[in-house]
């Protein structure tokens, strides 16, 4: 069974600091993504990386997945109350479209 | 473009007694997943409809859930009989499958989800 383990699984923190979230896996990824979840909706894609080691910028987040194809991370500079929300990676197992969820962080970023 | 439909958004039912939750994906998404959410964790899938047949249910407990998606278009999941552990968001996701850089991938579209409370 393929899992997707995140950490850490709660994060509180100040306005204007930067924090990083790790998604790992001992299974190799076709591709992994990031979803953002707010409370009452579903998760919303904001990234998809598909390049073992390739890095991918939105705005003040970073996206970087691992040179295996294993693991990835979620990096935010100076960040903001708007970002608050269940941060969730997904993997999708080579050869299918399927796509496995990971236990979720969630942040909470105060003013 | 219309997103994904799903309805009831809210369900409270006494355990042994079905429920049952429908979807309308983004119109010419073939691929249709279910998902059971449970609070503070992430998104677990339970079946996985390409068009109208089945791909994965392997973690479909199939012994009192089932889903259908006769059309190929929308979808019905149902819990007979429920069980207090079932109480979870249920969301449906529909995806734009294609192919980057050799690799499968897509971007996964979901509902509002619905919200099974079993008392």
């Known amino acids: 069974t393929q899992l997707l383990e995140q950490s850490p699984q709660f994060l509180s923190i100040q306005e204007g600091e930067n924090l990083t979230v790790y998604c790992n896996s001992s299974?190799?990824?076709?591709?992994l993504q990031w979803y953002r979840q707010e409370p009452g909706e579903g998760p919303v894609l904001l990234v998809t990386v598909v390049t073992g080691g390739e890095v991918k910028k939105l705005k003040r987040l970073t996206f970087q997945f691992g040179d295996a194809r294993k693991d990835s991370s979620l990096h935010i500079t100076a960040a903001q109350p708007g970002d608050t929300g269940l941060y969730l990676c997904a993997g999708g197992p080579p050869g299918t479209y399927k796509y496995i969820f990971g236990t979720g962080t969630r942040l909470k970023v105060l003013a | 473009e219309a997103g994904v439909a799903q309805s009831p958004r809210y369900k409270i039912i006494e355990k042994r007694q079905s429920v049952a939750f429908w979807c309308n994906p983004i119109s010419g998404h073939a691929t249709l997943y279910w998902y059971q959410q449970i609070l503070g964790q992430g998104p677990k899938l339970l079946i996985q409809?390409?068009?109208?047949?089945?791909?994965?249910d392997s973690q479909l407990p199939k012994d009192r859930f089932s889903a259908e998606r006769l059309k190929g278009v929308d979808s019905t999941l149902k819990i007979q009989p429920a069980k207090l552990e079932d109480s979870a968001v249920y969301l449906c996701?529909?995806?734009?499958?294609?192919?980057?850089?050799?690799?499968?991938?897509?971007?996964?579209?979901f509902g509002e989800g619905s919200r099974l409370t079993v008392l």
């Open positions: 299974s190799v990824f076709s591709s």
């Open positions: 996701a529909s995806s734009d499958n294609y192919r980057l850089g050799g690799f499968n991938t897509g971007e996964l579209f």
């Open positions: 409809f390409q068009n109208n047949g089945v791909v994965d």
